[in-house]
């Protein structure tokens, strides 16, 4: 049995992959349960399926069952993204970025049609940043600079370390803050104000932009959460 098996993730790559047609174009982000997905692909793979993936884990694990990934070079419109979460609250809003790679994810994300989360249940939370930071993906020059100009909206930001206790560079070269969210955060106006801190290159924050979210349980129940 694999290693990415559990009843929740074999739920939840097991729902997904019905939604995967022939001739599809598909983007996929990263995380055990995606990569749950990649591995019921070499077994199950739709004709002519083409994928474009959001991390180099992700690229490397397509690469195993014989795909090669696209580039998303500008003529390639995505059909369907799949993608996993850190948390999703009752109205389909997401932390993602655990993996360091939310910046690549959402880009994936926004070039696809139609964007569906697979997870599983313990994801799930009342609100945003119960129990995740949320991360804010920003430029090394000048950081400790940045994170004093997103003070007022993010007052407790710590810098992500590697396991050598050096900051942690995302694929794109970036470093990582995460971030507490206080109880009385609205997710929605946080977005849009992060977009217009300099020096914030992206952030977890993915609102508005799941249509569904397909949840596994540990007892292999499978729990579908739809866009209000």
């Known amino acids: ?13 097991a729902a997904a992959i019905e939604l995967i047609e022939p001739g599809m174009a598909l983007g996929l982000g990263s995380g055990r349960a995606v990569w749950r997905l ?9 004709e002519d399926l083409r994928v474009a993936v959001a991390s180099e884990r992700t690229a490397a694990r397509v690469r195993g069952i ?7 070079d500008g003529s390639l419109a995505l059909d369907l993204a799949i993608d996993g979460a850190d948390e999703i609250d009752p109205s389909l809003r997401l932390i993602k970025g655990g993996g360091g ?19 599983e249940t313990p994801k799930k939370v009342a609100r945003l940043g119960e129990g ?10 000048a950081w400790r600079d940045t994170r004093r100009r997103l003070a007022p909206l993010l007052p407790d930001a710590r810098l992500r370390l590697g396991d050598d206790g050096q900051p942690y560079i995302t694929d794109e070269g970036h470093f ?16 849009a104000e992060l977009n217009r801190v300099a020096g914030v290159v992206e952030h ?5 932009m799941a249509e569904r979210a397909l949840l596994g349980s540990p007892d292999g129940e499978l729990e579908v959460l739809e866009a209000r």
């Open 38 to 46: 990649v591995e019921r692909l070499g077994n199950e793979r739709p």
């Open 1 to 13: 049995m694999s290693d990415l098996s559990s009843p929740a993730r074999d739920a939840s790559s």
């Open 66 to 72: 014989g795909i090669e990934p696209l580039e998303l």
């Open 176 to 191: 990582l803050l995460d971030c507490a969210l206080d109880e009385d955060t609205d997710p929605g106006r946080l977005d």
């Open 204 to 208: 977890g924050l993915f609102v508005g």
């Open 101 to 119: 790679a939310l910046l690549r994810e959402k880009i994936v994300v926004s070039a696809a049609a139609r964007f569906v989360v697979v997870a």
């Open 132 to 141: 995740f930071r949320l991360p804010v993906e920003v430029v090394r020059f």
